[in-house]
């Protein structure tokens, strides 16, 4: 049973941090890629970041980049996203998404281009980040 389990949401100051963590469990983690996706009440999905299978690469929405870094520990099955210079318009349910690294020709099909709109095979169940003073 492929399980996503986010944890780290919370309350934090305008230019604070979070750190957000998801556990996965249910299927071989070293062969997907993981992905941060965010949104907010009326509004819709938002990719944040993804990092490739194994150490990368990495890729962010313009909106966080150099803010937020998203990282990956093979040996726990977890992702991060480290939130740094949190701002009010970071204020959402952030989830976490998982799928299965696929190859064309021998080149990997997530890239910068695909990253953001691919049908991601397994979803958490998202954990609240709200940025205010």
């Known amino acids: 049973q492929v399980q996503l389990v986010e944890s780290g949401g919370g309350l934090a100051q305008p230019g604070g941090s979070l750190r957000l963590s998801c556990v996965a469990s249910g299927f071989t983690f070293e062969y997907y890629a993981l992905a941060w996706f965010r949104q907010a009440p009326g509004r819709e999905r938002e990719a944040v970041s993804c990092i490739g299978n194994n150490a990368g690469p990495t890729y962010y929405a313009d909106s966080v980049k150099g803010r937020f870094t998203i990282s990956r520990d093979n040996s726990k099955n977890t992702v991060y996203l480290q939130m740094n210079g949190l701002k009010p318009e970071d204020t959402a349910v952030y989830y976490c998404?998982?799928?299965?690294?696929?190859?064309?020709?021998?080149?990997?099909?997530?890239?910068?281009?695909?990253?953001?709109?691919?049908?991601?095979?397994?979803w958490g169940q998202g954990t609240q980040v709200t940025v205010a003073s």
């Open positions: 998404a998982a799928d299965r690294v696929k190859y064309s020709y021998g080149a990997a099909t997530l890239n910068s281009a695909t990253w953001s709109s691919i049908n991601y095979e397994a």
